[in-house]
């Protein structure tokens, strides 16, 4: 059963608009939550996170909103470059020891210019 | 300097082979896991160990068996290997237990023919 899900495969944007990568969990549990960034031949590579506390996070181009009610996340890239064109994956975990990031099945964004 | 590496980064071997694929971290991080990402592109955990001693043990088959030597170390044996094995295993690691801040490598592609 997912408990972290990205229902979009594929998601395409042109340079300097808005990218918005969604995500949605099942888990209540869950009080912490990530995005990671996945270039072909590499690993996941972490971008940003955000504790269940608040409920936007900012890193430079790099926005995640969380929205408790609903279980739903989302990443901003504003505005979207042709490097950011990779896998996004969501991840998600209940924030106590013995536990491990769940991820869902990523998404590819594809950034043209 | 890579910070976690795994080898080989390719793997090609006839079903009923004995394989190991090995990970070393040199992050000076307590706890290592392995990830295995399938044919349907989830990042499902399938083990943790943290200090050498195994904290997290999902459903995997037992002919998947993790060693870790030392906290810096996490190696992976897999016995009778099957087509279905065929993926990408991604070793991680992270300072503790809890959900902050995994490191990846780059991956490990089993194909089994």
């Known amino acids: 059963d997912q408990q972290v899900k990205q229902n979009s495969p594929s998601l395409s944007v042109q340079e300097g608009r808005i990218s918005i990568l969604n995500c949605d969990y099942t888990?209540?549990?869950?009080?912490?939550f990530l995005w990671y960034k996945k270039y072909p031949a590499e690993g996941p590579t972490f971008l940003i996170s955000i504790s269940s506390i608040k409920d936007k996070n900012e890193d430079g181009r790099f926005t995640v909103f969380l929205n408790k009610s609903a279980k739903h996340l989302s990443l901003h890239i504003v505005p979207s470059q042709p490097g950011d064109s990779a896998v996004y994956f969501c991840?998600?975990?209940?924030?106590?020891?013995?536990?491990?990031?769940?991820f869902g099945k990523g998404t590819t964004l594809s950034v043209s210019s | 300097d890579t910070a976690v590496s795994q080898t080989p980064k390719y793997l090609v071997t006839q079903m009923g082979n004995d394989k190991s694929i090995k990970c070393e971290q040199n992050?000076?991080?307590?706890?290592m896991y392995w990830y295995k990402q399938d044919s349907k592109k989830f990042l499902k955990i399938m083990f943790s160990?943290?200090?050498?001693?195994?904290?997290i043990n999902e459903t995997v088959p037992n002919r998947f068996s993790p060693k870790s030597p030392d906290k810096a170390h996490l190696n992976l044996h897999i016995n009778s290997l099957e087509l279905g094995d065929s993926a990408v295993y991604f070793c991680a690691s992270s300072l503790n237990t809890d959900a902050y801040g995994y490191t990846f490598g780059s991956g490990t592609r089993l194909t089994v023919v």
């Open positions: 160990y943290n200090n050498k001693e195994l904290i």
């Open positions: 888990n209540s549990m869950f009080d912490y």
């Open positions: 992050l000076g991080h307590d706890t």
């Open positions: 991840a998600a975990a209940v924030n106590q020891a013995g536990t491990a990031l769940i």
